[in-house]
């Protein structure tokens, strides 16, 4: 069966090549290629060609895996679309075996044997879970990032997988919003150097726009655009923002993927300005296609073609369909209407064949790219599969990105690390002690969550042979979320019967170590809250922890900024683990022994409350800024809270001090086409080795239009022995002042600025100025 698959598809390819270098054969002028490959080009109309325009709407019809799971296709409706041969691509099918059976029905029913698209949403790791994509930001280390990335797409298409749903680079500053641990957080800056690093990781390091080695994938930006600006943090709600808003801060991120090679773009599910992402041709044709000359590939979203409907943005679902072809779309994921109705659509004359080939050129570039038509079972190979997946050097790497993404938030008096060398008794409190389900977060497509490592079972293995001692008492649950409903169940979460036995056994210990958060169900995709504490009465058994006067650690595994407020006054240390992945358990008590000393640094602020939400470092004044050293009635604040947030964007503890001297700034004037020298002194001042993320901020004083206080133009993560001093330097030129003046033109208009070199975003410590002149 299969020796006469492979040898159809050579036949089909010796026919492309007889038609496909004829100069007879007629190349259409209205796709412009991803490659800019010649001899793709050609291949790809040489197959149009050939094509009815039955099987060209079928290449834009993507499904979810569910059809064919154990063997010949069933009589569901995307079965018998696979028989027709009208399926371009699968999502969410794993293993290279079981993809290798459906490419073989896939060919068996495709008259021209056009290989089918295999996609999943690989989003932090595939059987190697990595930290939430969120955690991994706060290390500050793009090397690493792309490393995990590698990692993952290696295990991905070693299953069979070609195409990956990622990254997620949407900007988001509000923690009610659940799909906030999928992204790098609130920085447009960093946001961008965060897209490219995942890109190249993804679609291979050295390999850009070239996919022929059997570990590179297509990458896919999501999502397109706004979608992290949900009103309220309300999953899939209303965006309107400005024009400004828009080009400033959302999309800098995916232009930095499409300078990167992405191959393709992912539609939003939310509107913006009142249209649809998935029906907006402003985004998508203007912006995306015009203005930045992405000729890759654009799927929707999971049923968004249909939600326009919902949306009160199209009458049905063929008016739909329309609409999202009009726009530029190229692939309808799950909705089924171009499958329906393009047909129709093109017989009644309100679409043309034409726009159906464009769409059609886009994939099939992508399948000849990746080296499908050469062989349709090229990430098929069960050998590598058995070799790639969850190897050792992937479990360390694992280990290493969790411990470099957890943040140290507070540590009075120094009560961590926990030295292994000094006997102590401590006591193991909380729900996330014994925890393993939650460890992956959300996303962790195939990481098989019972093999995560749990905190008890990383401390006993890094303490087995030491003086310190554990007591462990569960003392409350976590409270869940409604598998039907997506609502919380009271039932768990609330009971205080195990409060007795915690405060039993932390009375009898010198140390307090609480580990508490949410279920990984509370953050991810329809997972937004109004109350952003910790869940259930975690908080209470804290409180009455407090009253033992002992001293108390608090270890945090959730996906989301949370509202620390009385944590953060009462508790000694926090720290911020988020969802650490497979290997938590190790790469927590790595940091908490100070095995390995923290280095990470948040990249979205900590509000105090809920009711400053959203808050974020690069804000604009206003005309009455406040002044905490100087308040006044009549100033922009808050009567029941101060303005300023709980802990900072860029701020983080490490288990050493460093200290910053001799700031200095090579001219106090910049000439338009130069640059200047910004450089510091930095000193790690403590008794053990660590790590600083140095960081660079500019603010515009005066411009056509408002500036932020504050933006990050630049920062450098740095490795000092301690007693060592190192001097940063950062070069400003004209491009980092560039700007959308108030004609929406990108220029850096002269003037004066200021310029921080800093530890976090509130530092103000180290303060130069200069001016930009013509």
Known sequence: MRRIEFFSVLGFILLLVSCGYDSSVEITNDWKSYSGDPVIERKVDSVLNLMTLDEKIGQLNQYSGNFAVTGEVTDTKSGEYLKKGMIGSTFNVFGADHVRMLQEQNLKYSRLKIPMLFAADVIHGLETTFPIPLAEACSWDLQLMEKSARIAAEEATASGVAWNFAPMVDISRDPRWGRIMEGA??????????????????????????????????????????YGAAQAGRDYH???????????????????????????????????????????????????????NFNGMVVTDYTAIQEMVAHGFAKDLKQASKLAIDAGIDMDMISEGFVTYLKELVEEGQVSEKQIDVAVARILEMKFLLGLFDDPYKYCDAEREKEVLMNPQHLQAAREVAQRSIVLLK????????????????????PFVKERESLNG??????????????????????????????????????????????????QGFDKSGFAEALRVAKTSDLILVA?????????????????????????????????????????????PLDLSWEAENVDAIVEAWYPGIMAGHAVADVLSGDYNPSARLVVTFPRNVGQIPIFYNMKNTGRPFDENHPADYKSSYIDSPNSPLFPFGFGLSYTSFQY?????????????GSLIVSVDVTNTGNVDGEEVVQLYIHDKVGSVTRPVKELKGFKKIFLKKGETKTVEFTINEEMLKMYNINMDWVAEPGEFDVWVACNSADESNHLEFELID
């Open 238 to 292: 209303t965006v309107d923002i400005s024009e400004r808003t828009l080009f400033e801060t959302y999309l800098p991120p995916f232009k930095a993927a499409v300078d990167e090679g992405v191959a393709s773009f992912m539609t939003a599910f939310n509107e913006l300005n009142g249209v649809p992402c998935t029906g907006n041709k402003y985004i998508f044709q203007d912006i995306l296609r015009h203005q930045w």
């Open 516 to 560: 508490m958060g949410e279920h990984y169900h509370w953050s991810g995709e329809a997972a937004s809250r109004t109350d952003i504490t910790l869940p259930g009465n975690q908080r209470e058994l804290l409180k009455e922890l407090k009253k033992t006067g002992k001293p108390i650690v608090l270890v945090l595994f959730n996906g989301r």
């Open 411 to 430: 540590n009075e008096n120094n009560v961590l690390p926990l030295r292994k060398d000094i006997p102590k008794r401590v006591a193991l409190i909380g």
């Open 185 to 226: 957080g609130e920085d447009p800056f960093l946001g961008s150097l965060i897209a490219r690093a995942r890109v190249r990781g993804f679609q291979g390091i050295d390999s850009y726009k070239d996919f022929s080695k059997p570990n590179t994938m297509m990458a896919c930006a999501k999502h397109f655009v706004g």
């Open 661 to 673: 001297d001799n700031a200095t700034i090579s001219s106090q004037k910049l000439t338009k086409g």
């Open 442 to 491: 959300e996303w962790a497509i195939k990481g098989d969550r019972s093999k995560s490592v749990t905190l008890w079972e990383g401390l006993q293995e890094k303490y087995a042979d030491t003086p310190v001692r554990f007591n462990y008492a569960k003392g409350t649950s976590l409270p869940l979320i409604d598998g039907a409903t997506r609502h919380v169940s009271l039932e």
